[in-house]
T-cell receptor, first 115, second 115 residues
Framework: KAGVTQTPRYLIKTRGQQVTLSCSPI?????VSWYQQTPGQGLQFLFE???????NKGNFPGRFSGRQFSNSRSEMNVSTLELGDSALYLC???FGQGGPSETQYFGPGTRLLVL | AQSVTQLDSHVSVSEGTPVLLRCNYS??????LFWYVQHPNKGLQLLLK??????LVKGINGFEAEFKKSETSFHLTKPSAHMSDAAEYFC?????????????FGAGTQVVVTP
């Protein structure tokens, strides 16, 4: 079974632009979560989706948004990019309801560099 | 509310000696706890998880962790370090309530293994 896939793997953008990142969960997984990883802040939760509904959201500005499609694939969008948005963005999927005891399986990440 | 503290940011061990990575957590309910490993330029891989069953949890690659509720700890150990264990390790807490679907990561412990 294929793992979580994320596209693109690398991105370079300039300040003020917007970006869309894509995540395909493991087949059969219905919950998708997104995390931002930076050297200064570590791994921070962005949002979680289940059945096309956002169930939880982290403490990020409204420039960060996401959605989930009926096939469980997910996208996240960052508008008006800032230098501080440079990070590794990780997507994770889990089987079932996505509850606290369920393992999250992580993709390789999309590395975003904002110039 | 949930939180997790990894007590060591860096740990250096000699190959063949024991490894101990310390993790304390805080949770309002009965949490699930995980250890993940991240090798350079790779995604996060699950080592093991605790979900209110046996308090001593065995994981992959010879790692194990013990859940101690009275000490709110979930330390990770390995009897004999291997060069391939050099990586960053993350302790994670996951809970119900407002934290549903949200993994709270510790700051990470960087493990260096010397020959």
């Amino acid at each position: 079974k294929a793992g979580v896939t994320q596209t693109p793997r690398y991105l370079i953008k300039t300040r003020g632009q917007q970006v869309t990142l894509s995540c395909s969960p493991i087949s059969g997984h219905r919950s998708v979560s997104w995390y931002q990883q930076t050297p200064g802040q570590g791994l921070q939760f962005l949002f979680e989706y289940f059945s096309e509904t956002q169930r939880n959201k982290g403490n990020f500005p409204g420039r960060f948004s996401g959605r989930q499609f009926s096939n469980s694939r997910s996208e996240m969008n960052v508008s008006t990019l800032e230098l501080g948005d440079s990070a590794l963005y990780l997507c994770a999927s889990s089987f079932g309801q996505g509850g606290p005891s369920e393992t999250q399986y992580f993709g390789p990440g999309t590395r975003l560099l904002v110039l | 509310a949930q939180s997790v503290t990894q007590l060591d940011s860096h740990v250096s061990v000699s190959e063949g000696t024991p490894v101990l990575l310390r993790c304390n957590y805080s949770s309002s309910y009965s949490p699930s706890l995980f250890w993940y490993v991240q090798h350079p330029n790779k995604g996060l891989q699950l080592l093991l998880k605790y979900t209110s069953a046996a308090t001593l949890v065995k994981g992959i690659n010879g790692f194990e962790a013990e859940f101690k509720k009275s000490e709110t700890s979930f330390h990770l150990t390995k009897p004999s370090a291997h060069m391939s264990d050099a990586a960053e390790y993350f302790c994670v807490v996951s809970d119900v309530g407002d934290s549903w679907g949200k993994f709270q990561f510790g700051a990470g412990t960087q493990v260096v293994v010397t020959p």
